[in-house]
């Protein structure tokens, strides 16, 4: 390392890691043709790759990736559709809503199940606390219920309410 090697603006690609990246006001550009910040003007202007196979595209930080995946299709508010690819172990139904982890981020996110285009595909995936005829808990019940099983321990109006909601 130089003397005055800080003085050079060198940026290296989040995606691929290369060292010959340049920035471009907030874009990155990258001359590696495998890269997804792949730009060609960049790779004009830097020396030629050597003969060696180039290394496979690292994942993003936190790359997640579902072992069996659910494709999920969902239109927004502002009626754009989406297509997310998430966990079917990590899907819960609450209320009306569809919480579930997706790739890449393994973020857990919620969507509306009004607004889900393939939601019979998905319920039969989501773990359900509540049978699909019976009526959820009240919130005196969902109170007792989370109470004993974040603690751990029991009542006799504990043992009531969870032979109404066992999976609760």
Known sequence: MGFLDFLKSTTKCPWCGNPNAKKSGSRILCPNPNCTNFDSSVQSGAPAASAAPAKPAKTKPGGFVPTNPLSIRYRNFQGQEKTFTAD????????????VRVAPSGQTITLSRDRIQNLAEIEAHCAQKVAPDQAWPSPRERQVLNYHK???STSPLYEKVRAKFPDW
Not at 88 to 99: E, G, L, W
């Open 88 to 99: 079917p172990d990590s899907c819960v139904r609450k209320k009306n809503h569809i919480t």
């Open 150 to 152: 974040r603690h751990g």
